[in-house]
């Protein structure tokens, strides 16, 4: 007895095949597309996360020897939010209020090393007389250079200049590249 239309329709759905319930023989394989690889583990990279706060406000010291941990970070996600080499970046935290709404107290920062020319606009990472900080840089047309606090109250958190006369001791530590924290 051959199973008429209306049967072949319902036992295909229960996942018999009905050429072979028909002929005996089972239907031939629907050709294979091209195999997708798998994909391997992402590389990861560990940025070296000095246990300091960098203070967006008046300057935290510099400590002599900051402890040292790593944060492993997949390295094409590092290399496409900062577009940096991840040898060159480390990560330290930001403390204070003064470069709010930018930086908030707390938020990670990446910092790029090799990065140590002072932008205009740009945010870095400085050392000014062994205090930390983290400010954005402004260049003026006089020649110079300004740290600039993010945070519109000035009368907490002035702008300072950066004059050739002042005998301070400034190191450039690096440009912020990246900064994230927790929502509020």
Request: proline residues 9%.
């Amino acid at each position: 007895m051959v199973p008429n239309a209306e049967h072949l329709l319902l036992l295909s759905e229960l996942g018999c095949d009905p050429t072979w319930l028909v002929t005996g023989k089972e239907a031939q394989a629907a050709p294979i597309g091209p195999v997708a690889p798998i994909a391997s583990e992402p590389a990861i990279v560990t940025l070296p996360h000095y246990v300091m706060a960098l203070s967006a406000g008046k300057g935290i010291p510099e400590p002599d020897f900051p402890a040292r941990e790593g944060i492993q970070l997949p390295e094409q996600w590092v290399r496409s939010v900062t577009g940096r080499n991840p040898r060159n970046l480390i990560v330290a935290h930001a403390s204070g209020e003064s470069m709010e709404p930018t930086i908030a107290d707390g938020d990670l920062l990446i910092i790029d090393r090799t990065a140590t020319k002072p932008l205009h606009g740009k945010i870095f990472a400085l050392s000014v007389d062994g205090d930390l900080l983290v400010k954005r840089i402004a260049r003026r047309l006089d020649g110079s250079i300004h740290m600039i606090s993010d945070n519109p109250n000035k009368v907490a958190y002035p702008d300072e200049e950066l004059a050739d006369t002042m005998d301070l001791q400034i190191h450039v530590l690096g440009q912020v590249v990246w900064h994230g924290g927790a929502l509020a």
